[in-house]
């Protein structure tokens, strides 16, 4: 049989936010006309999927539908700042500063219906685009809680600032708080190896990690999937070769990517450990979702056909080369 | 060569007017058409970002001279959603969640479109082989299968139109709900505008000089030549620099272009402003760089010897950062273990590949405000940066983010947002720089290469006693993220393992090589990867199964770090048992027993692809011509 299979796993860990330092951001959040909202923070979509995650965020906290939250552009002279898009921090650190100013300027609003019926405020309900008094027969539109908010010379809006407890490392031993929020995972995959050619494709992996809380799981999966596949670009084909300084891999004929035929199915399970810390419970997902998949992968080889690739990628040449070598110390031990 | 009178009809309108029979296609679109829903991903024909439909055929606009679509029928993206409804196909990847930075998406939509044209029927392996030539960085494609098929079965009446609108919440709890992504429509359609759709009236076109040697110093450059050319607006160099130039993420050395030195191929050392960028490149080619070659260094372990060439005078032994992590003591616990292991583990440099190649524009508003748009990881920071480097107080510089076509922390550096502002300050006009993919691969950071010596000592039962690794890094010609990717990677560097003696060094050095910098698991996956390899190998030794030798030196609730910080609760626990029971995990030790599993080839496994079996007749086709 040329070709054989195998399965290997690995286990991560990852830290969510900026590493041994402070991390924070900043939101403002307004209630707007017709129940909508508005949000200002210094985010912007780099694919993972951000703005639809604080949508989701705004909509749960203030009670208007995702469909009617509009976020503002990040710029710097015209939103507070949210720091970088990166360190898998955006749902962490923006979902949770963009839920605490929607809680002030829900608190606002509150506070005005509140007045209005006449109840105590913590009966002020408010929920897909709805606001009401809890055992009471008042019911408006948040588009009419707006409306009434600022005839009392109230816009109802909010403001807040979320901040990490966290600190730099020592310079002798490492030691140090750098991140306030973990996550663990753990992966198998599933490989075939030819021996003739030595081509390893994936055929599946099954992805286990922890995200606090999932805001949107199919967001979740595509992270998870995209993460999986750029890391197996890295273990099986990417290389960006020099020679003297000069690359020989400056165009995508000679840099080989994954494409459609070389990815595995994606097995993602996902398992909320709420943060504790932060307001939403939410961690993160994007950077550890490729963590253990090259490990699990190398060592589905090992399972598959024997040899251990320490040196990525793991290209057909170098698989042949090992099994080569596999089979030459096989037969002088046999020899012996 | 004379211009072409060309006459198309696009998107269902007649077009006439005058080209360059050499124009490519994609640019005669996405220029004189302002037709930029189709992207430039690589310009070669490798990536299908480009891909259109010419007389019905899915064509890549790159490769496609506009002559040759001469009284074509041709369809772009914008054409599929012409009436402002999405088509069936549009719909499916909004619903599926199948975009996500969505700079593929107009070409993939292209190319799934022609495919279940060809086959309405096909199946998801034949999906996979027609969407062969289109490259996504972002979803790993899965979600992308799973929106063609959708679309598929919608259209074959297997699924009603229904399956593809939105499911309501009810009263209002919309956290943990699959809501539709808010930009699917924008990136499906493509409407969304990146920095290099963006125009701006009166806008110029930038090009950038870039150094042919690894390590020379420069004696001098004569720009008079370039900016004699007609056309040409503005050329700049380090000279103009007003403020103290210098950024990075976490050291500032590296200049907006180079000064007084290069330090790898690619640096940008001059740039030029100028009507069209192909007067912006005739006048790079005038620029007259005198230099004196220096001896360079390209291999980490070599830089740190003595007597080699200095890159950063801060930095006399070329070490950018080390970072040293030290828990009980090391050789004492090897001492005690009865099992020690010891390998090495390497890994190479790669490119992060975001399909939108670096762009920008700047301009300087009415109110002196020096404003960069583009794609950029990280405008706080590079606000603070450009202010001191330009030398203006922050409130007169602003950066907005554009969306961003792909990042995985590869545009966190400034690496071109600089020249942009300075070029928009010279010449008082707009202007934009649009990298060529192979500009984005030559110039900006790559994933730090690693060499990793690990030592790992363990008990009998698989209680690690002991780990020791030293992981040497190239961090290239400057600092970038290298500080911080030595950080997470030394912390990380042990595994989420309750281990008594751990001794880490992480250690980033300057080479002439292209630079490293931040990359999507940022030096965890590096170190990661030797730990949780040597773990399979020590569970071989140890008879172990390799969930088992896990479970036994696992965080659980209330573990202490190797940073001595302490956890609350820790999920590995669950996470282990998630995987394991998912995938159906048969229990073993992993000691190449792959043969006699009997947990493969489960129905959550997809079919190994023998390529060109499914295409047979096609093949055979074309071979025969
Ligand atoms: S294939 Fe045309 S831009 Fe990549
Ligand atoms: S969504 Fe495909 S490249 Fe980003």
């Not at chain 1, 985010?43 to 949508?55: K, N, P, Q, S």
């Not at chain 1, 598959?304 to 170098?318: K, N, Y």
């Not at chain 2, 302002?34 to 007389?55: I, M, P, R, W, Y």
């Not at chain 2, 029971?581 to 792959?594: D, F, I, Q």
Request: proline share 5%.
């Amino acid at each position: 049989m040329a070709r054989k299979r195998g399965r290997g796993m690995a286990a991560c860990w990852y830290g969510i936010a900026r590493t041994a330092t402070v991390d924070r951001a900043g939101a403002w959040a307004e209630i707007d006309d017709g129940g909508s909202a508005k949000i200002v923070t210094g985010v912007t979509e780099i694919g993972e999927g951000i703005l639809t995650v604080l949508a989701q965020i705004v909509a749960h906290e203030l009670g208007v539908k995702p469909a009617d939250v509009v976020i503002g552009d990040n710029d710097t002279a015209r939103s507070p700042e949210a720091a970088h898009a990166g360190a898998s921090r955006q749902t962490y650190m923006i979902g949770n500063v963009v839920a605490l100013a929607c809680r002030e300027a829900r608190a606002r609003l509150a506070g005005v219906m509140a007045e209005v019926w006449d109840v105590e405020v913590d009966l002020i309900r408010t929920g897909n685009g709805e606001c009401w008094a809890e055992n009471t027969n008042h019911r408006i539109t948040m588009g009419e809680a707006v409306d009434t908010c600022k005839k009392r010379g109230v816009v109802p809006v909010g403001s807040a600032s979320f901040g990490t407890d966290t600190t730099g490392l020592d310079p002798s031993d490492g030691a140090g708080r750098p991140w306030q929020a973990y996550v663990f995972g753990c992966q198998v995959a599933e490989v075939e190896v030819d021996t003739i050619t030595g081509e390893v494709q994936v055929l599946a992996v099954w992805a286990a990690h922890d995200v606090g809380r999932a805001v949107n799981p199919k967001g979740v999966e595509g992270q998870i999937e995209g993460g999986i596949v750029q890391a197996l670009g890295q273990g099986l084909m990417e290389d960006y070769k020099l020679r003297d300084g000069h690359t020989s891999t400056s165009g995508f004929a000679k840099y080989i990517l994954p494409t459609s035929l070389d990815v595995p199915r994606v097995n993602s399970i996902i398992i909320e450990d709420p943060d504790p810390i932060g307001p939403l419970g939410v961690k993160g997902i994007g950077e550890p979702a490729m963590v253990p998949t090259i490990p699990a992968i190398m060592n589905a080889i090992y399972d598959a056909v024997g040899v251990r690739i320490t040196s990525l990628p793991a290209t057909p040449e170098r698989v042949l080369g090992a099994l080569r070598e596999k089979q030459r110390l096989t037969s002088l031990q046999a020899a012996e | 060569m004379p211009d072409l009178q060309f006459q198309a009809t696009v998107n269902g309108r007649k077009v006439a007017r005058s080209a360059k029979p050499h124009q490519r296609l994609l640019d005669f679109l996405r220029d004189d058409l302002q037709l930029t829903g189709n992207k430039e991903g690589c310009g070669a024909g490798e990536c299908g970002t480009c891909s259109v439909f010419v007389d019905g055929v899915l064509m890549k606009s790159c490769l496609m001279p506009v002559a040759k679509a001469q009284g074509a029928q041709i369809e772009t993206i914008e054409a599929l959603a012409r009436t402002g409804e999405l088509s069936v196909l549009q719909k499916a990847f909004y619903k599926a969640g199948a975009s996500q930075c969505g700079y593929c998406i107009p070409g993939m939509v292209m190319a799934a479109t022609a495919a279940i044209r060809a086959n309405p029927f096909a199946g998801r392996e034949e999906i996979k082989e027609r969407l062969g030539g289109n490259i996504c960085r972002c979803t790993g494609y899965q979600k992308i299968f799973d929106a063609v098929e959708m679309a598929r079965d919608v259209q074959n009446g297997k699924l009603p139109a229904s399956a593809l609108s939105e499911i309501e919440a009810e009263q209002g709890d919309f956290i943990g709900r699959n809501v539709r992504r808010i930009d699917a429509p924008s990136k499906v359609s493509g409407a969304l505008k990146y920095a290099g759709d963006m125009t701006m009236p009166h806008m110029l076109h930038v090009q950038v000089l870039r150094s042919p040697h690894a390590h020379a110093r420069i004696v001098s450059i004569d720009t008079s030549a370039a900016e004699k050319l007609e056309g040409v607006e503005g050329v700049i160099s380090s000279a103009d620099v007003p403020g103290e130039d210098g950024f990075g993420v976490f050291v500032n050395d590296q200049p907006i272009m180079a000064r007084g030195k290069v330090r790898y191929v690619g640096e940008a050392i001059a740039a030029v402003a100028a009507e069209d960028a192909l007067t912006a490149m005739r006048a790079v080619e005038k620029i007259k760089v005198v230099y004196e070659q220096l001896p360079a260094i390209f291999d980490p372990d070599d830089a740190m010897h003595d007597g080699v060439p200095v890159l950063h005078d801060y930095a006399p032994d070329n070490v950018t950062k080390h970072i040293p992590i030290r828990v009980g003591d090391v050789e004492k616990g090897f001492a005690e273990s009865d099992l020690v292991l010891e390998e090495t583990y390497a890994t190479q440099a790669i490119e992060h590949a975001y399909l939108e190649p670096e762009a920008g524009l700047a301009y300087v508003d009415p109110d002196g405000v020096v404003t960069v748009v583009s794609p950029s990881q990280n405008i706080t920071h590079h606000r603070h940066m450009l202010a001191r480097i330009i030398a203006k107080p922050i409130a007169k510089v602003r950066f907005i983010m554009s969306p961003v076509g792909g990042g995985f922390g590869g545009k966190e550096d400034m690496i071109y947002q600089g020249m942009l502002a300075l070029l928009a300050m010279k010449t008082r006009r707009p202007v934009r720089l649009v990298f060529t993919r192979e500009e984005s691969i030559i110039s900006t950071a790559k994933r730090h290469p690693s060499r990793t010596t690990l030592r790992m000592g363990l008990m009998r039962d698989g209680r690690i006693r002991a780990l020791e690794m030293k992981m040497i890094s190239d961090g290239g010609a400057y600092g970038l993220s290298t500080e911080g990717v030595m950080r997470k990677a030394a912390i990380l560097a042990a595994g989420p393992y309750v281990i008594p003696n751990v001794k880490i060094d992480t250690i980033g050095v300057y080479t002439n090589n292209t630079p490293s910098g931040a990359f999507r698991s940022f030096g965890a996956l590096q170190t990661e990867f030797a730990t949780e390899s040597m773990l399979d190998v020590a569970a071989e030794r140890l008879g172990l199964d390799p969930f088992e030798i896990r479970r036994v030196n696992a965080m659980r609730d209330g573990a202490t770090t190797h940073t001595k910080q302490k956890l609350g609760s820790v999920s590995l626990m669950r996470a282990l048992d998630a995987a394991e029971k998912a995938s159906a995990w048969e229990k073993g030790a992993p000691n190449s027993r792959g043969g006699n599993r009997n947990d493969l080839n489960r129905d959550d496994v997809r079919p190994p692809v023998s390529l060109g079996a499914r295409f047979e007749t096609a093949d055979k086709q074309e071979a025969a011509e």
